[in-house]
């Protein structure tokens, strides 16, 4: 049986019986696509297999790693952008609880992980200095390309910070780079500074690598059972491995997202009711929106924190433009359960909850939710999850990864590449003078006030 479970049953106002049983062909096609290396950037899609097939003894690697930031650092700091962010970004929420960044250093039994390099603001970085403070740190540093700007900036301002605080001996054996195998500049400089390095593999795309070292080190610096992680994504790699419909409820996510886009539902909104999976759902946008948004196509991935923006987004979604289809990530057993209080003179009305615990009352706001956008003309999809362990993450990441890329393929696109993504950046280059790009600069210039 899944560890997590689909369920379509809300889809009936919108989608017949036949539908389903209709993509079965298309799906079949793309899953031959994606298993047989026939489909396009078929040379991206080792993470298929990553959860059974990855290097044990960079693994193992990746522990001691850990254990040493544990008890040299009081704050690991991860740089990194995308898909060398994200994963790591989104497991340290969903396993760690709400204020696990925010806890006194004593309390905490792992460093605090702090996330550089995911913008260029300087403000943000002399923040994060100042936070930091005199306490002990080290730096994982995740770049596949080893020369992407934002945390190319990071890296330097930390850098400074470490030699200047340890030394540079020291320094260097603070830094720890997961970055490619062999090329790229952040490669080149590990190996001449002696950095603890790590490898991203080459079959597997940013967006696709939080089940390597390059979100691996991060979660389990942050105390996390990687093991269990990979365990729960291997489990699902057999579950998810059939192209039969009735059989794989991954790609039934896929199916109907894609029979729902065909119809007009062109937004998909992922739902949460935790926040300690707001981030879960910015890694879900990541790797839907830069696998399939492109040849003028394709689903736009959004999401929603509930029930925090159905006091905000909840108008819209439930009269706005009728082009929104939903996905709940819903978590079946809280991590930790809170009884409401009683109060004698019940001014609040909250008499008839006192004594209920506060996730049936999530739970009741999730069904009541759920009911209302139907009637509202917004079909809602759910994915189930028992609890938020490392098991279930690495199962649900899987679920994920496969569906988006059996989705990608049954609409016509290659879901492994993002040649969209290197327009501005040509564009800032140009106009930031970098060498090589002086001829777009001043073409540029001229279009600007
Ligand atoms: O790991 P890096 O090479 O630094 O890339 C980080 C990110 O930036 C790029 O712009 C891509 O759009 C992403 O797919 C990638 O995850």
Same mark, same amino acid.
């Given at each position: 049986m899944a560890h997590i479970s689909f369920d379509s049953s809300n889809l009936d106002k919108f989608i017949h019986d036949n539908e389903l049983g209709e993509m079965q062909a298309m799906v079949t096609a793309a899953d031959t696509q994606l298993r047989n290396g026939t489909g396009a950037g078929a040379a991206y899609t080792d993470w298929l297999h990553l959860p059974t097939d990855y290097d044990q003894d960079e693994f193992a690697r990746i522990k001691q790693a850990a254990a040493k930031i544990k008890s040299d650092s009081k704050v690991l700091v991860v740089i990194g952008i995308g898909g060398s962010y994200l994963g790591a970004r989104a497991a340290v929420d969903f396993l760690n609880g709400a204020f696990f960044q925010a806890q006194h250093d004593e309390e905490r039994n792992a460093p605090q992980i702090l996330f550089a390099g995911n913008s260029i603001s300087s403000s943000?970085?002399?923040?994060?200095?100042?936070?930091?403070?005199?306490?002990? +740190?080290?730096?994982?540093?995740?770049?596949k390309s080893g020369t992407t700007t934002e945390p190319s900036i990071a890296f330097r301002i930390f850098?400074?910070?470490l030699i200047k605080k340890y030394g540079q001996t020291v320094a260097n054996q603070r830094i720890y780079a997961t970055t490619d195998r062999q090329k790229g500049a952040l490669k080149t400089e590990a190996d001449a500074e002696g950095y603890e390095s790590f490898v991203i593999p080459d079959g597997v795309g940013g967006r696709y690598s939080v089940l390597t070292a390059v979100g691996l080190l991060p979660i389990a610096a942050a105390g996390a059972d990687i093991d269990q992680l990979?365990?729960?994504?291997?489990?699902?790699e057999k579950e998810y491995s059939d192209a039969d419909l009735a059989k794989n409820e991954a790609y039934q996510y896929a199916a109907y997202r894609n029979?729902?886009?065909?119809?007009? +539902?062109?937004?998909?909104?992922?739902?949460?009711?935790?926040?300690?999976?707001?981030?879960?759902?910015?890694?879900?946008?990541?790797?839907?929106?830069?696998?399939?948004?492109?040849?003028?196509?394709?689903?736009?991935?959004s999401s929603?924190?509930?029930?925090?923006?159905?006091?905000?987004?909840?108008?819209?979604?439930?009269?706005?433009?009728?082009?929104?289809?939903e996905t709940v990530v819903k978590v079946d057993e809280p991590t930790h359960d809170v009884t409401i209080p009683s109060e004698e003179s019940d001014l609040d009305g909250l008499g008839y909850l006192q004594g209920k615990t506060m996730d049936f009352v999530n739970t009741k706001a999730y069904q009541a939710v759920v009911l209302a956008h139907i009637d509202g003309g917004v079909p809602v999809m759910t994915v189930h999850i028992p609890r938020q362990d490392e098991f279930t993450l690495g199962y649900l990441i899987y679920f994920f990864?496969?569906?988006?890329?059996?989705?990608?393929?049954?609409?016509?696109?290659?879901p492994f590449n993002q040649p969209g993504v290197e327009a501005y950046k040509t564009n800032m280059f140009g106009l930031l003078g970098k060498p090589g790009f002086e001829k777009i600069g001043s073409a540029l210039r001229q279009r600007i006030n």
């Open positions: 943000y970085i002399h923040d994060m200095i100042k936070l930091i403070g005199n306490r002990d +740190f080290s730096v994982n540093v995740i770049s850098k400074e910070l990979m365990a729960g994504a291997a489990s699902a029979i729902l886009y065909r119809k007009g +539902f062109t937004t998909e909104l992922l739902e949460n009711y935790e926040p300690t999976m707001t981030m879960f759902a910015e890694w879900w946008k990541q790797l839907a929106g830069e696998s399939e948004g492109k040849d003028q196509k394709g689903i736009y991935p929603a924190n509930f029930s925090t923006d159905l006091h905000s987004l909840g108008q819209y979604i439930q009269e706005g433009r009728r082009n929104l289809m990864e496969v569906a988006i890329g059996v989705s990608g393929y049954l609409n016509g696109i290659n």
